[in-house]
């Protein structure tokens, strides 16, 4: 293609709305909650382990007197900070939800989309990982601290 034949092509960006959303909330919405829950699973399995087993013999109740309280404390901040990021990422999906036409099939053989797909598997990863959280935290109300 000649030099000034260029100006009749026209390229679009693969992210036309980008600029709707900052970098830093997809990436808050990717990640705050497997980064929650990891803080939670890390955590909690410490704190149960040193609380239960300080030495060389495990003990029937743990050193702490609030050491279901605490645990439970981490897991509802775990579970506030994956909605957050839940959250964020519907807001950035809902900002650019008509980024570029056509269904996802559609969209993944052309590479376009990438900001509201960011955003969605934003959602998902949130949805996902606070089941998980929660799980984690019901198991507080289900298995025995010291044993």
């Given at each position: 293609m000649a030099?000034?034949?260029l100006s009749q092509v026209s390229i679009k960006?693969?992210?036309p709305h980008r600029h709707r959303v900052s970098?830093?909330?997809l990436f808050f919405g990717l990640a705050a909650a497997p980064a929650a829950w990891n803080a939670q699973l890390l955590i909690?399995?410490?704190l149960s382990a040193?609380?239960?087993y300080p030495r060389d013999v495990p003990l029937a109740l743990p050193i702490w007197s609030g050491l279901w309280w605490i645990l439970l404390a981490i897991g509802a901040a775990g579970m506030a900070l994956a909605i957050a990021g839940g959250l964020v990422s519907w807001r950035s999906w809902r900002l650019t939800?008509?980024?570029a036409p056509g269904s996802?099939?559609?969209l993944l053989d052309l590479g376009e989309g990438r900001t509201r797909f960011l955003a969605m598997f934003g959602v998902l990863a949130s949805f996902l990982f606070a089941l998980?959280?929660?799980f984690a935290t019901a198991a507080v109300f289900v298995v025995p601290l010291c044993r």
């Open positions: 030099p000034e034949d960006h693969p992210a970098l830093a909330a909690s399995a410490a040193h609380a239960c939800f008509e980024e996802a099939h559609h998980a959280l929660l």
